[in-house]
């Protein structure tokens, strides 16, 4: 059985069911169970601080992972524990404005982006990259989150 939790430490109200209901649609489509992981929305400056102190880059960021497996072979008593994912809700606001859809899509997208993260996908190479913006866009369609 999966096990995420959801944390607003923010002002914003955050819709909970619809992140929920993407989060769920992402371990379906790839097939996990007996995982473990967090979403935490954060403001700005807590982003900032938080790329600042583990990425060495004083600038805020839209999402940020902390992968806590780099074999999934390493199995808990419980499943395995992904790790973490850090949401600022001021660029979601902010890129949903700029990309012209909305916030719900970009939170969709953010998570998602997130927790392939935790699953070992990058974008540091161009074929990387669209490995994973390709499962992205698959996961959003199959969750009917559209651009």
């Keep these: 059985m999966n096990k995420f939790?959801?944390?607003?430490?923010?002002?914003?109200?955050?819709d909970l069911e619809e992140e929920n209901r993407v989060i769920e649609y992402a371990l379906k489509y790839k097939k996990l169970?007996?995982?473990m992981f967090n979403v935490i929305f954060v403001d700005n400056k807590t982003i900032r601080d938080i790329n600042r102190e583990y990425r060495g880059i004083d600038r805020e960021t839209d999402v940020i992972?902390?992968?806590?497996?780099?074999?999934?072979d390493i199995k808990f008593e419980f499943g395995r524990?992904?790790?973490?994912?850090?949401i600022s809700v001021d660029k979601m606001k902010q890129q949903a404005?700029?990309?012209?859809?909305?916030?719900?899509?970009?939170?969709a997208f953010l998570t998602v982006?997130?927790?392939?993260?935790?699953l070992g996908y990058d974008?540091?190479?161009?074929?990387d990259?669209?490995?994973?913006f390709k499962e992205q866009e698959l996961i959003l369609d199959g969750c009917n989150i559209k651009r």
């Design 65 to 72: 992972s902390f992968a806590l497996e780099d074999n999934e």
């Design 129 to 132: 990259e669209e490995v994973m």
């Design 5 to 14: 939790e959801i944390f607003n430490e923010t002002s914003y109200d955050i």
């Design 33 to 35: 169970n007996d995982v």
């Design 123 to 127: 974008h540091m190479t161009k074929e």
């Design 113 to 118: 982006h997130g927790l392939l993260h935790l």
């Design 81 to 86: 524990l992904l790790g973490d994912i850090y």
């Design 97 to 107: 404005i700029e990309y012209g859809h909305s916030e719900l899509r970009e939170m």
